[in-house]
């Protein structure tokens, strides 16, 4: 009798990637993963403590796209640095549905990255364009995270289905709304 192959801690975790990208985290359980691998439980628990351990290994891989979209977003310089990390965020909410409402749409309060943080280039730009310093930049950033959020939400649950030029011209509005509010 042959030996049977072995599952890897990369293949496992490729697959609870593959799972909760088409089916949400709330599908991420052992036997679950299991059947998706074809293979029982036993090579999930030989590779991780936890379910709790995979899940974060996984978490980790969904936050690398995220970034991803964040960056890619910025780089190709369609609109400016700051407008843009705004649109890569939704933009992954659009393309990356189930990833965006795990990251973004649970209690996160315990994850390494539960505060959203902001990027220094970001916050530079802030400075730049509006003249708002410290807690005048940080303030704004949040009023228009909370507003991109919104949007993105909208668009990740299916609510409303708006156009990359529908996107940005409301990002527009808004922070020239929210800058005109703060002179």
């Known amino acids: 009798m042959a030996p049977k192959a072995k599952m890897t801690r990369d293949q496992i975790v490729e697959g609870a990637f593959a799972l909760v990208r088409e089916k949400g985290h ?6 679950t993963l299991a059947s998706e691998l074809g293979c029982s439980t036993q090579p999930i628990f030989y590779n991780f403590a936890s379910m709790q351990e995979l899940k974060e290994e996984v978490l980790k891989k969904a936050w690398g796209i995220y970034q991803t979209y964040i960056s890619s ?3 190709r310089e369609k609109y400016p640095p700051y407008k843009a990390s705004g649109m ?4 992954f909410a659009r393309e990356e549905k189930e990833l965006f409402k795990w990251l973004f749409m649970c209690d996160r309060q315990s994850a390494p990255f539960s505060a959203i943080p902001m990027p220094k280039e970001q916050l530079q730009e802030v400075y730049e364009k509006t003249g708002l310093t410290g807690d005048g930049a940080v303030e704004f950033h949040q009023s228009m995270w909370v507003f991109v959020h919104g949007i ?6 299916g ?3 708006w156009t990359e030029e529908q996107i940005q011209a409301a990002l527009t509005k808004a922070y020239q709304g929210l800058y005109g509010e703060r002179k």
């Open 159 to 161: 609510f409303a289905d």
């Open 88 to 91: 890569g965020y939704v933009l």
């Open 73 to 75: 977003s910025v780089l």
């Open 26 to 31: 709330e599908c991420l359980n052992a036997r």
């Open 152 to 157: 993105a939400t909208m668009i990740a649950t």
